[in-house]
């Protein structure tokens, strides 16, 4: 079993949609970060949430912390092209990464 | 915030030969990171890499398969050995900075085993 688990695994939408991108797990966590892999480039940092409930918005992505600290949302308001890439919740747990399943978005012009 | 390349960025190679990634990072670094990744899916660790001391394996990867090397804290490199087509993936080296709770990756290495 995952640790983390992302849904939906995959998603293929029109510019201009919204969309969430889910990351649940069982266990509870100090912190968890979202990472974007654009096609051909290891991941990158896109926010860290450290507190239950918490909600950080980074121009149109709007990150939220379950107030468990069990689970997160990714939402993403009107998409464009330029936010195709692999999705990946992680936590850091003793002194490793875990990373989530994943969740690979097409955004179509 | 750390800047990670990698050697080669894609390979093609035939079954039962050698290849041998290197990762150099701008910045010294106690642990480097190995990492496996199918396209499009999330990334499994293979192992970690300490400055002056053997790698320690993830459950799955054994040494004989990819030894690791760690001359200096800013160089590493994974050798995936006697290579089959299951081998055929993304390997990407990752270094963490506890600072900032994150870590950095290098573009990966795309490898294609015939």
């Known amino acids: 079993t995952q640790l983390l688990e992302q849904s939906p695994q995959f998603l293929s939408i029109q510019e201009g949609e919204n969309l969430t991108v889910y990351c649940n797990s069982s266990?509870?966590?100090?912190?968890l970060q979202w990472y974007r892999q654009e096609p051909g480039e290891g991941p990158v940092l896109l926010v860290t949430?450290?507190?239950?409930?918490e909600v950080k918005k980074l121009k149109r992505l709007t990150f939220q912390f379950g107030d468990a600290r069990k689970d997160s949302s990714l939402h993403i308001t009107a998409a464009q092209p330029g936010d195709t890439g692999l999705y990946l919740c992680?936590?850091?747990?003793?002194?490793?990464?875990?990373f989530g399943t994943g969740t690979s978005l097409t955004v179509i012009p | 915030s750390a800047v990670i390349s990698q050697k080669p960025s894609r390979d093609i190679c035939q079954r039962g030969t050698s290849l041998t990634i290197q990762c150099q990072v701008d910045?010294?670094?106690?642990?480097m990171f190995w990492y496996r990744q199918q396209p499009g899916q999330s990334l499994t660790l293979i192992a970690t890499?300490?400055?002056?001391?053997?790698?320690?394996?993830e459950s799955g990867f054994v040494i004989d398969k990819f030894p690791i090397s760690r001359p200096n804290l800013t160089f590493s490199t994974l050798t995936v050995s006697n290579m089959s087509p299951e081998d055929s993936s993304i390997y990407l080296c990752?270094?963490?900075?506890?600072?900032?709770?994150?870590?950095?990756f290098g573009p990966g290495t795309r490898l294609l085993v015939l």
């Open positions: 992680a936590v850091l747990t003793g002194n490793q990464f875990y």
């Open positions: 266990s509870v966590f100090s912190s």
């Open positions: 949430v450290v507190t239950g409930g």
């Open positions: 990752s270094v963490e900075s506890r600072l900032a709770e994150t870590q950095y």
């Open positions: 910045s010294q670094v106690t642990m």
């Open positions: 890499a300490n400055q002056g001391s053997e790698a320690t394996y």
